[in-house]
Nanobody, 123 residues
Framework: QVQLVESGGGLVQVGDSLRLSCADI????????KGWFRQAPGKEREFVAA????????FYADSVKGRFTISRNNAQNTLYLQMNSLRPEDTAIYYC????????????????WGQGTQVTVSS
């Protein structure tokens, strides 16, 4: 069963924190590189962060660097995105995805996607 399920989104205030989770339900992608993307209304999907299969390499978009942290727990088949100091411009649907190309920031390089979780930051 190929299924990625995101959770943890919600409505928060500026400066608040959220932690998103992405569960690999079928345990299909335990060793694969993964990433987080987001899509705001009327905008294209954009790269947020990526992590390699062992969790030893991470890469971030400039817009979130220093505020967001991507991590993974392979024993629990779960990917995380810790988001701190949230801003209104972080409002979007956040998606986790799997790639065979570690560190790739292009959505075209990601083969499997979750359904997304909404994050809304209110000012």
């Amino acid at each position: 069963q190929v299924q990625l399920v995101e959770s943890g989104g919600g409505l928060v205030q500026v400066g608040d924190s959220l932690r998103l989770s992405c569960a690999d339900i079928g345990r299909t992608f335990t060793a694969y590189a993964k990433g987080w993307f987001r899509q705001a209304p009327g905008k294209e999907r954009e790269f947020v962060a990526a992590i390699n299969g062992l969790g030893t390499f991470t890469f971030y978009a400039d817009s979130v660097k220093g505020r967001f942290t991507i991590s993974r727990n392979n024993a629990q088949n779960t990917l995380y995105l810790q988001m701190n100091s949230l801003r209104p411009e972080d409002t979007a649907i956040y998606y986790c995805a799997v790639t065979r190309s570690p560190g790739n920031t292009s959505s075209a390089a990601y083969d499997y996607w979750g359904q997304g979780t909404q994050v809304t930051v209110s000012s």
